[in-house]
Protein backbone atom coordinates (compact mmCIF):
# COMPACT_ATOMS: atom_id res chain seq x y z
CA UNK A 1 0.00 0.00 0.00
CA UNK A 2 1.69 3.51 -0.99
CA UNK A 3 1.22 7.08 0.79
CA UNK A 4 -1.88 8.45 -0.24
CA UNK A 5 -1.25 12.17 1.29
CA UNK A 6 1.69 14.81 0.45
CA UNK A 7 5.25 13.15 1.99
CA UNK A 8 7.54 14.75 4.27
CA UNK A 9 9.90 16.38 2.25
CA UNK A 10 13.20 15.43 4.70
CA UNK A 11 11.25 11.94 5.70
CA UNK A 12 9.72 10.65 2.10
CA UNK A 13 8.02 7.28 3.40
CA UNK A 14 6.56 9.52 6.25
CA UNK A 15 3.12 11.64 6.22
CA UNK A 16 4.00 15.72 5.68
CA UNK A 17 1.70 16.30 8.63
CA UNK A 18 3.80 14.27 10.93
CA UNK A 19 7.30 14.66 12.54
CA UNK A 20 9.53 12.79 14.68
CA UNK A 21 10.11 14.65 17.82
CA UNK A 22 13.66 14.58 20.23
CA UNK A 23 12.70 11.12 21.72
CA UNK A 24 11.94 9.65 18.21
CA UNK A 25 8.22 9.44 18.75
CA UNK A 26 6.22 10.18 15.69
CA UNK A 27 3.83 13.00 16.26
CA UNK A 28 0.62 14.30 13.83
CA UNK A 29 0.73 18.12 13.54
CA UNK A 30 -2.45 18.03 11.76
CA UNK A 31 -5.38 15.32 11.78
CA UNK A 32 -5.39 12.14 10.24
CA UNK A 33 -8.41 10.98 8.25
CA UNK A 34 -9.65 7.72 8.04
CA UNK A 35 -8.27 5.55 5.09
CA UNK A 36 -5.43 8.06 5.15
CA UNK A 37 -1.61 5.99 4.36
CA UNK A 38 0.36 7.60 6.31
CA UNK A 39 3.99 5.87 6.58
CA UNK A 40 5.67 3.58 4.12
CA UNK A 41 8.08 1.30 5.84
CA UNK A 42 9.37 -2.11 6.15
CA UNK A 43 9.30 -3.50 9.72
CA UNK A 44 12.98 -3.41 11.75
CA UNK A 45 11.49 -5.98 14.16
CA UNK A 46 8.97 -8.72 14.32
CA UNK A 47 7.91 -10.75 17.29
CA UNK A 48 6.89 -14.27 16.54
CA UNK A 49 5.10 -16.59 19.12
CA UNK A 50 7.38 -19.54 19.46
CA UNK A 51 4.16 -21.37 18.99
CA UNK A 52 4.16 -19.97 15.33
CA UNK A 53 7.79 -20.13 15.05
CA UNK A 54 7.47 -22.82 12.02
CA UNK A 55 4.43 -21.23 10.44
CA UNK A 56 5.73 -17.25 10.33
CA UNK A 57 8.54 -16.34 8.52
CA UNK A 58 11.01 -15.00 11.38
CA UNK A 59 11.76 -11.46 9.22
CA UNK A 60 8.69 -10.64 7.71
CA UNK A 61 6.11 -12.20 9.75
CA UNK A 62 4.30 -13.30 6.92
CA UNK A 63 2.54 -16.86 7.10
CA UNK A 64 4.58 -19.56 4.86
CA UNK A 65 4.00 -22.57 7.09
CA UNK A 66 4.93 -25.31 4.45
CA UNK A 67 8.01 -23.72 2.43
CA UNK A 68 10.24 -21.92 5.19
CA UNK A 69 13.75 -22.12 5.23
CA UNK A 70 15.40 -22.98 8.55
CA UNK A 71 18.78 -20.83 10.18
CA UNK A 72 21.28 -23.01 9.06
CA UNK A 73 22.64 -22.45 12.24
CA UNK A 74 19.69 -22.92 14.76
CA UNK A 75 15.89 -24.58 14.88
CA UNK A 76 14.27 -21.87 16.44
CA UNK A 77 14.11 -19.65 13.46
CA UNK A 78 12.69 -19.62 10.00
CA UNK A 79 12.08 -17.97 6.46
CA UNK A 80 10.57 -17.39 3.79
CA UNK A 81 13.16 -16.76 0.97
CA UNK A 82 17.21 -16.14 1.13
CA UNK A 83 16.41 -12.59 1.06
CA UNK A 84 14.78 -12.70 4.47
CA UNK A 85 17.27 -14.65 5.54
CA UNK A 86 20.00 -12.46 5.08
CA UNK A 87 18.45 -9.64 5.81
CA UNK A 88 17.39 -10.93 9.26
CA UNK A 89 21.23 -11.98 9.96
CA UNK A 90 22.37 -8.02 9.03
CA UNK A 91 20.01 -6.81 11.36
CA UNK A 92 19.60 -8.74 14.35
CA UNK A 93 19.74 -12.52 13.92
CA UNK A 94 23.29 -12.56 14.26
CA UNK A 95 22.91 -11.65 17.73
CA UNK A 96 19.84 -13.81 18.89
CA UNK A 97 21.26 -17.09 16.88
CA UNK A 98 23.93 -18.21 19.49
CA UNK A 99 21.68 -17.78 22.13
CA UNK A 100 18.74 -19.91 20.49
CA UNK A 101 21.77 -22.14 19.30
CA UNK A 102 22.86 -22.68 23.05
CA UNK A 103 26.40 -21.80 22.34
Same mark, same amino acid.
Request: aromatic fraction near 10%; charge should be negative; include cysteine.
Given at each position: ?6 ? !? +??? +? ?15 ? $???? !? +???? @? ?5 ? *?????? !?????? #??? #?????? !?? *? @?? %? +???? /??? /? %?? $? $? %? ?10 ? $? %? ?6
Amino acid at each position: MDINVDT !N +PKI +PFLDKGKKVDHRRILVA $EKDI !N +PGDV @IMDAEPL *LTAIDF !NLCYEN #CSH #CGVKFS !NS *L @IP %C +PDCV /FFM /F %CG $E $E %CRQKSWKLWHQF $E %CPVAAGT
